[in-house]
């Protein structure tokens, strides 16, 4: 299959929980810092988030009263003009999102143009409001999403060599479990709150079906001071 090798790299608590109080403790600064060094390491030209991680702090919250688009329009990929090398792959299939340009700009990140990935399903309205606001498109399912499939698109349509898939814990299982995945890049912060209702790290939607263990070999352990940085290759 012609796709990006996939790198997903995470920071956890030490019981894999992805989110959650025990991120506010100072003690967890060291980690968070190792986490963002260790990004810019991995040559990755796009990232990918899912949607619950795009709201809570990439997407310009929900797409509301969006106008409505009086044409059909036709369910092909849409390549909006921009003019980055470097990508956010939001996961949308429902295409709830709302975006006030085609580019996601936060601090102490490079630019980057933003990729919705689509199911069919998705209105003609949503697909007006992305092309008016120069967000680009793909689809990647007619009423499911086909992870393979969408990868195979990032690597065609775009040159995406290398894709760091950061989260959340729906979003990487759904990568994992389709054999998606190449490396795995894990900093675990010196913390735990035991909140069991936080995400960890993998999670099954309910409407996936069970697929057989994930495993993994592990390529390199480090340890910087408190904070560990486990690195693993995924056994096929
Ligand atoms: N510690 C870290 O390194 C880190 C990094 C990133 C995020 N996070 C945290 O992770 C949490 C979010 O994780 P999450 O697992 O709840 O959410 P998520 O993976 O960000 O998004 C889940 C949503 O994505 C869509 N989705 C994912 N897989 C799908 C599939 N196979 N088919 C169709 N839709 C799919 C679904 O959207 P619909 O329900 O709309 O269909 C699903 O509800 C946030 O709290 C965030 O802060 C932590």
């Known amino acids: 299959m012609n796709r990006p090798y996939v790198i997903c790299h995470m920071l956890t608590s030490v019981d894999g929980k992805i989110d959650g109080g025990y991120m506010s403790a100072p003690e967890c600064a060291e980690a968070f810092a190792e986490y963002a060094s260790l990004r810019k390491t991995f040559d990755c030209s796009a990232t990918l988030y899912g949607t619950t991680t795009m709201l809570g702090g990439y997407s310009d919250g929900l797409a509301e009263n969006i106008p409505r688009c009086e044409n059909k329009i036709p369910r092909e990929d849409f390549i909006a003009p921009n003019d980055e090398k470097n990508y956010i792959v939001s996961v949308d299939p429902k295409g709830v999102l709302g975006f006030n340009s085609g580019y996601i700009e936060k601090k102490n990140r490079p630019r980057a143009h933003v ?10 309205d949503y697909l007006g409001y992305l092309r008016n606001v120069g967000v680009s498109y793909i689809f990647a399912g007619n009423d499911s999403l086909n992870c393979g499939f969408m990868l195979e698109k990032l690597y065609r349509s775009f040159g995406i060599e290398r894709l760091l898939a950061a ?3 729906l979003m990487n299982w759904s990568l994992v479990q389709d054999n998606l ?11 735990a709150d035991g909140n069991s209702a936080a995400a960890s790290i993998f999670e099954k939607a309910d409407f996936l079906p069970e697929r057989k263990p994930a495993v993994f070999q592990i390529k390199d352990v480090r340890k910087i001071g408190d904070t560990v940085h486990l690195q693993y290759t995924v056994k096929r």
């Open 115 to 124: 990729i919705e990935v689509l199911l069919e399903t998705v209105s003609d």
């Open 167 to 169: 989260g959340g814990g």
């Open 181 to 191: 995945v190449d490396e795995l890049s894990i900093v675990i912060a010196p913390a």
